[in-house]
């Protein structure tokens, strides 16, 4: 109950921010005696009154939660860890539900259905202990594939063989090790944290060389490593550093760190400050794929590819391929995804897309550029 206070509150932060201060000044224009002040104080009072208002319609106008909004560090405190054991599984149930407009997810498989629930998804996952998602493959002796991304290549909503790290463990027959560390509402940041963190070690093998990693990116990569992890949506702000996770820093960042919970800050300032932003944030988001392929062949000795995901919605920039070619990487240039390549009313890429991106990146490990 206390944590769901709590939630509450900074949910609705700057709404009882501004409430306070409302009382606040109407209480001292009331008591103060000097005309001349009473007037100032009722002028500040009229100013958070307004500022209240518009809180409250603004945050009851954000009423849908992206399904991917999950804690930073809970989840990186459970993937990033090196203690597990990679030949034990947890089965968990991922479901997907709405009450009225408003979408929920739960990770949970004991989770019991409610009568106001209309329920989207219910997909059991495989995964190992620190979350990774299990691919059958021959991993026991190591990893020779290992895939990097975010909930489109951990293969949120399908089951496991619908997930493209799987559909392309099968079409190579299921004999080389394919390890899918996609974490789900993550990017670029959390791909080169898998690479600096040690967590590989419980899927390598000393003795054998890792043949390639892949890297499936999509364009909100780029804003994740930015976005403050109070937001609604998916966010990457954390980098592995000296055994330690930082946050990223960005311009704003003060403006950011104290206002975000304000959805006035976020509907009236964030869009101009992230459009002003714009070619920084893109050059960060290139620089963290030069690093990745520079651990990838100095670390491990091994190839890179990167795959660029776009669709109707998510787009990259036109010179975002050119630039990583220009840098020395191995890259797939996606077309232009349909709705028919993506989950209804989710999203995320289904089954029809994963076997289309498999064929192709079979085809190009094998004919090259």
Not at 35 to 48: D, E, P, Q, T, V
Not at 169 to 192: D, Q
Not at 322 to 335: H, M, R, S, Y
Request: proline fraction near 1%; include cysteine; charge should be positive.
């Amino acid at each position: 109950m206390t944590a769901g206070i709590i939630n509450h509150f900074f949910r609705y932060e700057f709404v009882y921010i501004f409430i306070f201060l409302t009382i606040s000044f109407i209480i001292v224009a009331a008591v103060i005696k000097n005309y001349s002040y009473k007037k100032i104080f009722l002028l500040i009072f009229s100013l958070f009154l307004f500022l209240a208002v518009l809180e409250t319609v603004l945050c009851f106008q954000n009423k849908t939660d992206n399904i991917e909004s999950i804690s930073l560090k809970s989840v990186n405190n459970v993937i990033f860890r090196n203690e597990f054991d990679v030949s034990k599984f947890d089965k968990i149930r991922y479901i997907r539900y709405k009450i009225g407009k408003q979408a929920y997810n739960v990770w949970d498989k004991n989770y019991v259905y409610k009568s106001n629930e209309s329920v989207d998804f219910d997909v059991t996952e495989t995964v190992y202990k620190n979350r990774f998602r299990y691919t059958k493959s021959d991993i026991e002796n190591g990893a020779d594939y290992i895939f990097l991304g975010c909930s489109f290549m951990y293969g949120l909503s399908l089951p496991d063989n619908e997930t493209l790290a799987y559909v392309f463990s099968g079409k190579l027959k299921y004999k080389y090790g394919v390890l899918n560390c996609g974490i789900p509402a993550r990017g670029s940041n959390s791909a080169l944290n898998v690479l600096n963190s040690g967590v590989l070690d419980n899927f390598t093998r000393s003795n054998k060389k890792i043949k390639r990693f892949i890297y499936l990116a999509m364009s909100d990569h780029i804003k994740r490593n930015f976005r403050n992890e109070s937001s609604s949506e998916p966010s990457d702000k954390y980098i592995f550093l000296n055994n330690q996770f930082v946050k990223t820093e960005q311009p704003f960042d003060f403006f950011n760190d104290i206002f975000f919970n304000s959805y006035i800050y976020k509907k009236l300032f964030l869009d101009l400050i992230e459009n002003k932003n714009k070619e920084f944030y893109k050059r960060y988001f290139l620089k963290s794929v030069e690093n990745m392929n520079k651990i990838i062949k100095e670390k491990y000795n091994s190839e890179f590819t990167v795959i660029l995901w776009n669709d109707f919605r998510y787009k990259f920039d036109k010179d975002v391929a050119q630039l990583l070619k220009k840098a020395n990487i191995d890259v797939i240039e996606l077309e232009e995804f349909g709705k028919e390549y993506v989950i209804s009313d989710d999203g995320h890429p289904n089954y029809a897309a994963n076997k289309k991106i498999a064929d192709i990146l079979i085809r190009h490990l094998k004919y090259g550029n």
